[in-house]
């Protein structure tokens, strides 16, 4: 029986302060929701709508193209040889495989999910769905000594993270594989934010992937990989995402997939496809990202911020090391809507997360107001 005992939605408890700052003479500049702003790319929209004859149900396990460019988008971008179609499925966004991917795999009641310290809600929430629960697996020796019963059925990466920014680099990934493998823990890694590295000498590079060789030793048995066009391509609205990795688990997946009819709409398939083969539009979004960063970054700071992280993604991880409400208040005063960081969990709470996902005017215009 499903666990629905979910917490209050958190972004409901942020309407007063959205309201104040809509009152500002010169209008919101909202950086909460990192939602994307900047227009589909043309030759995605004529992709999307060159399928649009789709009279048909579509095949839950993706077309062939859809699945064959995803291992190609590895190999190429990831440097992830040798994925085989068997290895990936497209999914309604990535939201909703994470939520749903602990009931997809059979966890239930007395089973255990680790989550990280400072993380993207839905990993708990998909918990619960389960009827399962989360623990802080920050590190693998906040676990304590493991038991049948303490050890996690799944572990949740996020690199880069969603909210802090910091990526996990290859030899962290590859402890965590070993330990998993030693344990009968399977690895979920949300990478959904890899194209967007601003590290120094990075930039262009796609962060690494759990199914990365050096990290797992080309063996991808126990590891799942989500990524998410949402960001990269400006298609949150497609719903555009997969999921690829150990094809047993996989499997696992797809089947109760058909079961409950969670099936990409072949239009959207189409534009995925065509979308993850053309790297050219990636780097110049990554380009738009990464002026408005330069700005932001340099006004948050003379604001007397501190920005930690944020090495990668669409976010910076700042504090005045004071309550987060009280930071997201100010700012509300001044026309800026910014997420507090207890929304990412306790260890959250004395930082903001403020999204780079504004157009160019309204990212100067908070620039002016800080």
Request: proline fraction near 8%.
């Amino acid at each position: 029986m499903i666990d629905r005992s979910l917490p209050d939605f958190p972004w409901d408890s942020l309407a007063p302060h959205k309201a104040r700052a809509s009152a500002h003479p010169d209008g919101i500049v909202d950086l909460s929701v990192g939602t994307p702003v900047d227009p589909t790319p043309p030759f995605i929209r004529t992709a999307l709508a060159e399928a649009a004859d789709a009279p048909g149900y579509p095949v839950t396990v993706g077309t062939t193209e859809v699945r064959q460019a995803i291992c190609e988008w590895f190999e190429r971008r990831r440097a992830v040889p040798g994925l085989d179609p068997s290895q990936a499925i497209p999914t309604i966004g990535s939201k909703e495989l994470v939520a749903w991917l602990p009931t997809l795999l059979g966890l239930g009641p007395g089973d255990i999910v680790g989550i990280p310290e400072v993380a993207y809600p839905t990993y708990d929430v998909g918990a619960r769905l389960a009827g399962a629960s989360s623990v802080v697996a920050q590190s693998l020796t906040r676990l304590g000594p493991l038991t049948r019963a303490t050890t996690p059925k799944l572990l949740w990466l996020n690199s880069p993270s969603n909210p802090s920014g910091q990526v996990l680099g290859v030899e962290h990934l590859a402890k965590v594989v070993s330990w998993a493998r030693e344990h009968g823990v399977v690895v979920a890694s949300d990478e959904c934010y890899a194209e967007l590295d601003w590290r120094p000498g990075q930039l262009g590079r796609a962060t690494p992937s759990v199914l990365h060789p050096d990290v797992c030793g080309g063996d991808h048995t126990g590891l799942l990989a989500v990524y998410s066009l949402s960001k990269q391509s400006s298609l949150a609205g497609y719903r555009a995402a997969f999921v690829a990795g150990d094809a047993e688990l996989v499997g696992r997946i797809l089947e109760v997939r058909k079961h409950a009819g969670m099936m990409m709409p072949g239009p959207v398939q189409h534009a995925m496809t065509v979308a993850l083969r053309d790297d050219a539009h990636v780097a110049d979004q990554r380009d738009l990202y990464g002026l408005r960063r330069e700005v932001l970054l340099d006004a948050v700071q003379r604001a007397g911020l501190r920005v930690d992280h944020s090495e990668a993604g669409l976010y910076l991880w700042a504090t005045r090391e004071e309550d987060c409400w009280v930071t997201v208040s100010e700012l509300a005063d001044r026309g800026i809507l910014v997420a507090p960081g207890s929304f990412y969990g306790p260890a959250g709470h004395q930082h903001i997360r403020i999204a780079l996902t504004a157009t160019d005017e309204r990212i100067k215009a908070a620039s002016n107001r800080l």
